[in-house]
């Protein structure tokens, strides 16, 4: 099972950007995605691309304001994050599906390997 580990978190002030990044430990021949959970919260969908990266979708919460990514020769992927705000406050994840779905998806049971996370606050 391939190991998936971000980076890029920290504090940044509203109106600031931030660049995720997730590192696998293998090749990833499926689509991968980024989701976020808050304390209480369940875990939202927030970006996905299909394994060949022409395919991408964005939750609604952050379509116009994030940018998803990946290099494949690299083994990664990137999350862009501009015009934070503070309710984009949570723990991001990095996802992939198992092995040969390479279509992008908004539902996270349909991921088979999970970072461990990385805390984003964003301050008002």
């Known amino acids: 099972q391939v190991q998936l580990v971000e980076s890029g978190g920290g504090l940044v002030q509203a109106g600031g950007s931030l660049r995720l990044s997730c590192a696998a430990s293998?090749?990833?021949?499926?689509?991968m995605g980024w989701f976020r959970q808050a304390p209480g919260k369940e875990r939202e969908f927030v970006a996905t691309i299909s394994w060949s990266g022409g395919i991408t979708s964005y939750g609604d919460s952050v379509k116009g304001r994030f940018t998803i990514s990946r290099d494949n020769a690299k083994n990664t992927m990137a999350l862009q994050m501009n015009s934070l705000r503070p309710e984009d406050t949570s723990v991001y994840y990095c996802?992939?599906?198992?092995?040969?779905?390479?279509?992008?998806?908004?539902?996270?049971?349909?991921?088979?390997?999970w970072g461990q996370g990385t805390q984003v606050t964003v301050s008002s």
């Open positions: 293998g090749r990833i021949f499926s689509a």
């Open positions: 996802a992939s599906r198992a092995r040969n779905f390479g279509s992008p998806s908004p539902l996270p049971h349909e991921y088979f390997s």
